[in-house]
């Protein structure tokens, strides 16, 4: 009788479809660690933004380092494809700081694409997870979430009060 029980629970059993075909999909390797995709820094998201013609598409998570700043977008026009990833601030189990959202747009305009999220903010002023100064645009599609920010004012989104800035969810 032993014997049979284990012969059966070391039978494969079938994976249906539907389930092989998300597993393909997640970038986070195996139970072991060892096929996991590392996060990139801010550093290099900042880079990437400051050099990006028109848009961005994520292949990782990104997040910042206890020394980095907030991800400034200052110029022009700008597109981010999450792409099903997580832009964290590293600020939800700290105290605010200055300048502590996830984003600061100012002068600009910026279209977010999810899935993703963006997250992890924690300001002393204006804007958890996106700042939005004077003078920007921001559009938020296709399954962006904005949560686990925290702020004096907007603890997700904060536009500043002027006519130019424009938010669109």
């Known amino acids: 009788g032993e014997d049979n029980w284990e012969d059966a629970v070391q039978e494969e059993i079938p ?11 997640n970038d986070g390797g195996d139970a072991a660690g060892d096929d996991q995709v590392e996060s990139g820094s801010f550093a290099e998201l900042q880079q990437m933004i400051d050099e990006c013609e028109e848009s961005i598409t994520l292949q990782k998570d990104y997040v910042a380092g206890p020394d980095d700043a907030a991800l400034v977008l200052g110029r022009g026009y700008i597109e981010i494809y999450l792409n099903g990833h997580i832009i964290d601030r590293g600020l939800a189990g700290s105290d605010a700081v200055e300048g502590g959202c996830v984003f600061d747009v100012n002068g600009t305009t910026l279209y977010l694409y999810g899935p993703g999220t963006i997250t992890g903010g924690n300001n002393t002023g204006d804007g958890g997870g996106i700042y939005v100064g004077s003078g920007s645009f921001v559009w938020l599609n296709d399954g962006v979430v904005i949560s686990g920010n925290k702020a004096d004012n907007g603890a997700g989104i904060y536009a500043a009060a002027s006519n130019t800035s424009i938010l669109m969810i």
């Open 15 to 25: 994976v249906p479809e539907e389930l092989e075909q998300s597993e393909a999909m």
